[in-house]
């Protein structure tokens, strides 16, 4: 159980356009999810936390009008990437935090790898 | 700000001998503190967790130690094995803030 998907794995874009990347919990329902940015050989860094059906929290120096986050249900959030640049290449991870438990626990999806040309 | 200071960023072991990762934390509300493993290109999978009230957790192979008073915790890997080499991250939780360690990219030579 607690599984995390997300779609697409990898993407390759130019620059100027924009990117959705779906993270999905397919056998839980998640109140709050969360987005990470990790670069090549760094730790994960927390980006946004959401919360199903209301705005997204941002973390210092996140632009919020960059990186559109969109929780509308309880399984599904969505990273939209707007404007990409080259600097937003980056390896992305959504994690989602069950409901029900009674723990901190985060289950992590298997990560979008964007590049921006 | 650096909130969980993970070391030794990389680690070589031989096949059969013990991994040791250690982590020290900063926020005395954090109660929760997990160990993720991952490998290249995939997400962090959930190795291990422990909560504050406890000072070790052991699972197979893996142990965390706990020390609630110096606010530290490690990984211990007994009988590491090749299949074992990945990064490890520690972190440490409160509600829905992790915060995660830099990482230790661990090999175990055969």
């Known amino acids: 159980g607690a599984v995390v998907s997300q779609h697409p794995s990898w993407v390759i874009c130019k620059s100027g356009t924009s990117v959705k990347i779906e993270c999905r919990s397919l056998?839980?329902?998640?109140?709050?999810m969360f987005w990470y940015r990790q670069f090549p050989k760094q730790s994960l860094m927390l980006m946004a936390t959401?919360?199903?059906?209301?705005?997204?929290?941002?973390e210092q120096g996140v632009e919020k009008d960059k990186f559109l986050i969109n929780h509308a249900s309880l399984t599904l959030s969505t990273l939209t990437v707007t404007s990409a640049h080259p600097e937003d290449s980056s390896f992305y991870i959504c994690?989602?935090?069950?409901?029900?438990?009674?723990?901190?626990?985060?289950?992590f999806g298997p990560g979008t790898r964007l590049t921006v040309l | 700000q650096q909130q969980v200071k993970q070391s030794p960023q990389s680690l070589i072991v031989q096949k059969g001998g013990i991994s040791i990762i250690n982590c020290a934390y900063e926020?005395?509300?954090?109660?929760?503190f997990p160990w993720y493993q991952q490998f290249p290109g995939k997400g962090p999978a959930l190795l291990i967790a422990?909560?504050?009230?406890?000072s070790e957790k052991k699972e197979g192979r893996f142990t965390i130690s706990f020390n609630k008073s110096a606010k530290q915790f490690s990984l211990h890997i007994m009988d590491s094995q090749p299949g074992d080499s990945a990064t490890y991250f520690c972190?440490?939780?409160?509600?829905?803030?992790?915060?995660f360690g830099a990482g230790t990219r661990l090999t175990v030579k055969p």
């Open positions: 422990i909560r504050p009230d406890v």
């Open positions: 994690s989602a935090r069950p409901g029900t438990s009674g723990i901190n626990e985060q289950f």
């Open positions: 926020n005395t509300a954090f109660d929760y």
């Open positions: 959401s919360n199903e059906g209301s705005k997204a929290t941002y």
């Open positions: 972190a440490a939780s409160y509600n829905n803030d992790m915060r």
């Open positions: 056998d839980f329902q998640a109140t709050t």
